[in-house]
């Protein structure tokens, strides 16, 4: 996958929330597929042409709404199942990015085989 998104400076949304939206948009669409490894941070913010600062706090952001995970020592790695799942809750207060349109993640175990929503509750 070419990870070069349309990241522009003169719009109103900021180079953040624009490539939270595109890496968003390319992990439910299938064009990432979970357990796949996204770039390092600093080839992101390179291939864009955006600071690494930015690209490192889209990360976090990613990872705190779960569709991307972090190991350490590894990278970063898509985090959901794309097809069939569930209906998405209100975007985090603190994330100015639109996801509330968008599926939930499913949380994968370390395996990536076992989605961990299931066990959720018991």
Known sequence: MDYQFNIQGHLKISKLDQLCRHL?????SGEILPGMQ????????????ISR??????YRR???????ESVAG????????????PSADPADKN?????????????LSPLR???LNRFAGK
């Open 53 to 58: 600062d930015t690209t490192e706090k889209a």
């Open 24 to 28: 968003i948009a390319a992990i439910l």
């Open 95 to 107: 994330c100015r990015c639109s996801t509330s349109h968008l599926s939930k993640p499913t949380r």
């Open 62 to 68: 990613l990872t705190h709404l779960g569709y991307i």
């Open 113 to 115: 085989s076992i989605p």
């Open 74 to 85: 590894r990278g970063h790695f898509a985090n959901i199942q794309p097809e069939g799942s």
């Open 38 to 49: 996204l770039p390092s941070i600093t080839s992101l913010a390179k291939i864009n042409r």
